[in-house]
């Protein structure tokens, strides 16, 4: 079965990029830019994994992360950004996330660390 993985990103040729990259790698791609359709995904459809951008419209990814938590604690989230700094990194873990991608990112990378953050999630 296909991991399904939910990304929000607010530009549009990043959301196309990461989309192309993971279906090709096998997985179902569940797109947004829009912070409110992306709660409103997460908590009615069961995702393997989120995928964030830290810079979005209305709310942060930081804050994303802090609201899907509330009735998640499970499905792995991770972030994509290109805040880079150590304590953005430190900042989506505190607030629940398992990764941290720097942009721009190793498609390998990507892939990998995500399929790693799925796995340990169903252990």
């Known amino acids: 079965m296909q991991p399904h993985v939910l990304v929000a990103d607010d530009d549009s040729d990043s959301r196309d990029l990461v989309q192309f990259l993971l279906q090709a790698a096998g997985f179902r ?30 709310i942060t990814g930081l804050e994303l992360c802090h609201r899907i938590r ?3 604690q499970k499905t792995p989230i991770l972030f994509c950004s290109g805040a880079v700094r150590e304590e953005d990194k430190r900042d989506a873990v505190l607030a629940g996330a398992q990764g941290y991608i720097a942009k721009p990112f190793d498609p390998d990378d990507l892939i990998k660390t995500l399929r790693a953050a799925i796995k340990v999630s169903q252990l």
């Open 29 to 58: 791609v569940s797109v947004s830019g829009n912070p409110a359709e992306v709660l409103c995904l997460a908590e009615r459809q069961c995702f393997d994994a989120v995928l964030l951008d830290n810079w979005m419209p209305d």
């Open 70 to 72: 509330t009735f998640d």
